[in-house]
Structure formats: C-alpha cells, structure tokens
C-alpha cells in the first residue's frame, strides 16, 4: 500500500519504519507539508494542539483515508469539534479513523518481545476500517474496534489513563484487550 506519513517525530517516524518492514511505500512529510496525492491512506501524527498547521500544508489528502494519531495533552480541540479527529474528516472529506494514539512509540521496537499480539484501539468511519485494521496488523498490534469516529474524543481522553499508568511505576507498557479464551 502506498501510505504518506504526516510528522517525522516519534509516533509518525516509527510507524512509518514499521511499515516500510510489512512491505509498504511510505512518504514522510514533515509539519511543512508535502504533496500525498499518490497515497491511498495518510497517517497524521504531529502534535495534536498544532494540527491544522499541517494539515494546511498538505495538499492532495482531499478524500483519502485519513488516519488521526494525535493526542491532545493540555490542549483543547480545535473550536466547534469534540475531537482532533473530527476536525481531520471536516478538512479531508474521506473516511477517517482515530488510532496509534493510545500506544507508546517508545516500545515499536519491542512489540515482537510479547507473548502476545498486543492491542490498537480504533475508533472511525466504516470505510476506514479494512485500511485502518490491516495497518494495525502490518505494525505488529491486533486492532480493537472501539467504535464510531463520535468516539474518537473519548479514545484522546484515555491517552490521560495510559498516562496515569506509566508514571504510576510500570513506564511506557504495552496491553491487550481480548476475550478470556485469547488470553
């Protein structure tokens, strides 16, 4: 799949590595912008108080699935929107997904230390959803369908939870969400 990666950081950096190792085309762009007219999806992952910056710099994302990682940590969402995410669909106008934003970048390199496929929650449009769940995969998680983008600010707030854990002692972590027979 030929995918553009927004933001050249931590999240948007080794994911992009990731999938470039699942087989993958990945154009990095940076916050400055770029052209992604020949992508057929577009990770986001800039920090989420700055992102309508580089989504004005980017041109060709008109309708393209749209994949937003950011987190909004000490920042509201843009005026007149629940979310990030809900604001990346209004300027793209294509399917759009909220994901790889409950997850630490820190431990890309290590997701094939577990004993376990760990988890990706994911929450946005139906037609996000075979694009979204197989890029999951292809980064080494097993997607958790958490379910319509009207969730995705729900799924920023819990960023405060992983948060929460990691400096409660465990540091940066990994999780699974499955049924009792998968665990």
């Given at each position: ?10 999240i ?8 470039e ?8 762009i940076?916050?400055e ?6 992508a ?5 992952a ?10 004005d ?25 629940s ?9 793209t ?15 890309y ?10 988890s ?7 037609e996000?959803r ?21 969730n ?18 465990m ?6 969400i ?6």
């Amino acid at each position: 799949m030929k995918l553009a990666v927004v933001g050249r950081g931590r999240i948007g950096g080794g994911l992009a590595d990731l999938w470039e190792r699942a087989g993958h085309e990945v154009a990095r762009i940076g916050r400055e912008g770029g052209d992604v007219s020949d992508a057929e999806a577009v990770l986001v992952a800039v920090p989420g108080g700055a992102i309508a910056g580089p989504l004005d710099n980017v041109q060709g994302i008109d309708g393209k699935t749209v994949i937003d990682a950011t987190n909004l940590v000490g920042v509201a969402p843009p005026e007149g929107f629940s979310s990030n995410a809900q604001f990346v669909k209004s300027r793209t106008n294509g399917p759009t997904a909220k994901s790889f934003n409950t997850n630490f970048a820190a431990l890309y390199n290590r997701i094939g230390e577990a004993d376990s496929i760990p988890s990706n929650m994911w929450c946005g449009d139906e037609e996000a959803r075979q694009v979204v769940e197989q890029l999951n995969r292809d980064a080494g998680y097993e997607p958790v369908y958490t379910g319509a983008l009207e969730n995705a600010a729900a799924q920023e707030n819990f960023i405060h939870l992983t948060m929460g854990i990691s400096r409660g002692g465990m540091g940066p972590f990994l999780y699974r969400i499955a049924s009792p027979d998968q665990l």
